[in-house]
């Protein structure tokens, strides 16, 4: 099983570039999320989805964009970069967005905003 | 306010001595709270879940406990290896109301195992 994959693994961007992570998966499950992690700090939600054609935002959505178009896809839009943006991006899904089952999380993208 | 609290926030200990891990929890109404570990590199990856009626649960070497009336729950790590090396984080789920569902993150603590 792939589980949650994530593309890229790592990215290097110039202040006001703009650019797409890609998250995927394969469980067919409804809830999908996504999260920034910044040392020191916990994870910190950005925006989600409790199925296709339903986003909305979370603890940290300004500068980000979602669609939900399929299952399987959740992709995260930086509209223009910040140097505030540089953070580890990690996708996650679960069965539910409520009960008893864990998130899976994918590996991660590594972003930089110079 | 609803916070998760993790402590200490790193520990280095030896191979093979045991360790145990703090999370304290504002959250309520509560539903259930996980452990996750996280390898460096990786995305977290769920070792354990306690619900309210539950006190102890273990998953081979890694025994979760929780106390719902003091909020606290523990992660004890017997007989540590190097592979333990890692960050664990404390996950509280919101019950009802404006928290169900919500999804609320400590900082995790680092544990460093050294041989």
């Known amino acids: 099983n792939a589980g949650v994959t994530q593309t890229p693994k790592f990215q290097v961007l110039k202040t006001g570039q703009s650019m797409t992570l890609q998250c995927a998966q394969d469980?067919?499950?409804?809830?999908m999320s996504w999260y920034r992690q910044d040392p020191g700090m916990g994870l910190r939600l950005i925006h989600y989805s409790v199925g296709a054609g339903i986003t909305d935002q979370g603890e940290v959505p300004n500068g980000y964009n979602v669609s939900r178009s399929t299952t399987e896809d959740f992709p995260l839009r930086l509209l223009s970069a910040a140097p505030s943006q540089t953070s580890v991006y990690f996708c996650?899904?679960?069965?539910?967005?409520?009960?008893?089952?864990?998130?899976?999380f994918g590996d991660g993208t590594r972003l930089s905003i110079l | 306010k609803n916070q998760v609290e993790q402590s200490p926030q790193s520990l280095i200990i030896l191979e093979g001595k045991n360790c145990t891990l703090q999370?304290?929890?504002?959250?309520?109404?509560?539903?259930?709270l996980r452990w996750y570990k996280q390898d460096t590199g990786r995305g977290p990856v769920s070792l354990t879940i306690?619900?309210?009626?539950?006190n102890t649960k273990s998953n081979g070497r890694y025994t979760a406990t929780l106390d719902a009336d003091t909020k606290q729950s523990s992660l004890h790590i017997t007989a540590s290896q190097l592979s333990d090396s890692a960050s664990y984080i404390c996950v509280v789920r919101g019950g009802r109301g404006s928290t169900l569902g919500r999804l609320y993150f400590g900082r995790g603590t680092q544990l460093t195992v050294w041989p």
């Open positions: 469980m067919n499950h409804e809830y």
């Open positions: 306690m619900t309210f009626s539950e």
């Open positions: 996650a899904s679960s069965y539910s967005w409520t009960g008893d089952q864990p998130q899976h």
């Open positions: 999370c304290n929890y504002t959250v309520s109404p509560f539903s259930n």
